[in-house]
């Protein structure tokens, strides 16, 4: 988009070389942390960098920066500048993590350096990373059970660790010794530290060659660039209100029952605002609570993946603005509120919410529920090694998109929380921990029907050996808000880690735990949901669902029951298959006039007949709406009246209207 130039200074030219010199500078101070950390998750991308001016306001971060972090460096950039205005230097260096003062969870843990040119103070650069470990109850600090923050690591509010050039190692020890992995906090500081560095020669170097001025007015314009893009973007917009509700899983504090998440968006001229202020009112009593950087950061994230070509910086915080209500809730939480799950809670349910809105005002780049970001860490003694170190199985999976406008969602993709967080390699985890994988593969059926289907999640196993006093946490949901579909697309699965499955002490553990004891020998396996579908199912070309057969994406059965197909083997090990016309006319006639009164069944019927096994999980969440204990088989009464109220407004409209635009709309105003 053409912007107009009235107001810049700065020639076209030179203008859009600096912008780029600044996008291209934190890439590079990406490339720094990612070739000289020291911590597996680091290296596995889960960090994010910014440029900053002299108020903290972000003049650029990188092209592939996490997701959860955007939206938050201005926050501790300006905490930083808040605390020590007045008496910053050249050469100094700042850490900070703290979730009050707008970070996200303790772990996010940033570094903080001002840029110096001939004595003038420029700006600052920032370099955050997600540590492996900052203490607390249980290793990886992803502490479910914790009832304030203090037992989930240690709070670090801004504090010197470079002054004027010198390295402040006892102020660095302090940190590191309060965590399991000390030398790899240290390494990973330093690797940051450096990041920064990188970016402050970089900016002197541009300061050589195009004059301090104008690096100056570049920093302020290229704000102001985006404003302006932004703005001219939604002012084609339709004017409007939308809203909707998303849930996480339960509050283990209040009982079974879905916690609500309601996002409303007004597009009003040239600006977009969201109001969180109806989302569930209070705290939950886990670490499922998101403090005020992480829910903005959802809001920005969300909508900057509908204008994915605008770069991203303070001016879109200008144009994009959030009501969070009342300090003390669930996406607004308070000191000493743990949150260190916030990203797999409150965010990605915002981030998804933000999607759902969107799908009516830009119907093109529709996408229906993504699976929700999952965290596994296996922590202990690694008998392997006479001196018995901390191990730590810091494990997360990709998983199904979902199904967008006209195709398909993505299989085994990066969650919306970080696109490109890397999956780790066995090889390397194998080296450092005493976990063999098992498997890691599709899993058939994941992914939520359509007429476009959602993406495929998969399955991951391990088994631990060398080992002792060993707990496995884990962080999740969507275990009973399963992901869900769109425009009358059904749900995937749901989320939950299986011990030992198929044997005789097999336990069932579910999405979320922390510090489960574990022997030598066990077998961990979880799933990562698919993404939920895309319109109506048995609209689906038939040809489309034969594909998905053959290359094992469906199973012949959930051909039938998803999509009303009915397939005849012929030679499975030749991929031969029939598809019955006549048989596939009739169960989709069948399938049409029940469907809708199959959520009305008797819960607790259907609950008794999934005890007996003769209905599966997928038979109960996408036939019937009812959402059991899914170890046990205990109805889960009140949270299946809230998932069939889910359907009968998200999906059964859209079976019966010829149109998506004929069906139900979230517009309100």
């Known amino acids: 988009m053409k912007v107009n130039n009235q107001g810049f200074s700065l ?73 020590f205005e007045g008496d910053i230097h050249p050469g100094d260096a700042f850490v900070i993590n703290d979730v009050y003062q707008g970070g996200t969870h303790f772990n996010d843990t940033r570094i903080f350096a001002p840029m110096f040119y001939k004595g003038e103070l420029l700006g600052f650069a920032q370099a955050n990373g997600h540590w492996a470990d900052v203490g607390g109850a249980v290793p990886g ?21 470079y002054s004027k050039g010198v390295y402040l190692s006892d102020v660095a020890e302090l940190i590191a010794h309060n965590t399991r992995a000390p030398m790899d906090i240290i390494g990973d500081l330093q690797a940051q530290t450096e990041a920064c560095r990188l970016a402050e020669r970089e900016v002197q170097r541009l300061c050589d060659k195009y004059g301090v001025d104008t690096i100056k007015t570049s920093f302020k314009e290229v704000q102001d660039y985006v404003e302006v893009m932004t703005r001219q973007r939604i002012l084609g917009l339709p004017n409007g209100t939308w809203e909707t509700t998303d849930y996480i899983d339960v509050d283990p504090a209040a009982g079974e029952g879905l916690v609500p998440i309601k996002v409303k968006m007004t597009i009003d001229g040239d600006s977009v605002h969201y109001d969180l202020s109806g989302s569930h ?121 979902g199904a967008r406008n006209g195709r398909d969602g993505w299989s085994a993709t990066g969650p919306v929380f970080g696109v490109q967080l890397g999956t780790q390699p066995f090889e390397g ?118 594909t998905d057969v053959v290359e094992g994406y469906v199973s012949v059965e959930r051909a039938k029951k998803d999509y009303g197909v009915i397939i005849r083997v012929v030679d499975a090990d030749l991929d031969e298959y029939q598809i019955d016309e006549n048989g596939t006319l009739a169960e989709r006639a069948r399938i049409a006039a029940h469907r809708a009164g199959w959520l009305d069944e008797d819960a607790e019927k259907i609950a008794a007949l999934y005890r007996g096994k003769k209905l599966d999980m997928f038979d109960l969440i996408r036939q019937y709406g009812v959402i059991v204990d899914w170890g046990s088989g205990e109805l889960l009464h009140k949270t299946t009246s809230q998932f069939r109220e889910m359907l009968k407004r998200r999906t059964v409209p859209y079976w019966s209207a010829a149109s998506q635009n004929e069906a139900a709309t979230l517009k309100v105003a």
């Open 429 to 546: 985890q194998e080296r450092l921990s005493p976990v063999l994988t098992t498997c890691h593969e599709l899993r058939v059926d994941s992914g939520g029907p359509g007429e476009f289907r959602g993406g495929l999640g998969v399955e991951k196993g391990g088994t631990l050996y060398a080992c002792e006093r060993t707990v496995v946490s884990y962080c999740c949901d969507r275990e009973r808000s399963v992901t869900w579909g769109l425009w009358g697309g059904l749900p995937s699965l749901p989320h939950g880690v299986w011990v030992n499955p198929g044997a005789e002490n097999e336990r069932y553990l579910g999405s979320l735990f922390s510090g489960v004891p574990l022997n030598q020998g066990d077998t961990v396996t979880r799933p990562s949901a698919g993404g939920g579908g895309l319109g109506d199912p048995l609209k689906r070309d038939l040809s489309r669902v034969m």
């Open 11 to 83: 020639d076209p030219v030179t203008f859009e070389v600096l912008k780029n010199a600044y996008v291209n500078i934190v890439d590079q101070m990406a490339e720094q942390i990612l070739r000289t950390c020291y911590s597996f998750v680091i290296y596995s991308r889960d960090f994010s960098s910014a440029l900053c001016d002299p108020s903290g306001d972000t003049i650029m971060q990188g092209s592939g920066d996490i997701a959860a972090h955007v939206g938050t460096l201005h926050y501790t950039a300006k905490a930083v500048i808040k605390k």
């Open 281 to 401: 009112p209070k705290t939950i009593g886990s670490f499922l609570n998101c403090c005020y950087g992480g829910a903005f950061a959802a809001i920005v994230a969300g909508t900057k993946m509908q204008s994915p070509d605008i770069p991203l910086n303070s001016g879109f915080y200008r144009v994009v603005t959030v009501d969070l209500g009342p300090i003390g809730t669930v996406i607004n939480a308070d000191w000493p509120t743990p949150v260190a799950g916030f990203a797999s809670g409150p965010f990605e349910k915002i981030m998804n919410s933000v999607f759902e809105l969107w799908a009516e005002i830009l119907p093109e780049r529709a996408m229906a529920c993504t699976f929700n970001l999952e965290y596994l860490l296996i922590g202990g003694r690694d008998t392997r090694h006479a001196e018995k170190p901390y191990f730590m199985w810091y494990d997360w999976m990709v998983g199904g998109w």
């Open 141 to 161: 600090s992803f502490n479910v059970n914790a009832l304030d923050h203090m037992a989930e690591g240690l709070r670090i509010t801004p504090v010197r660790v």
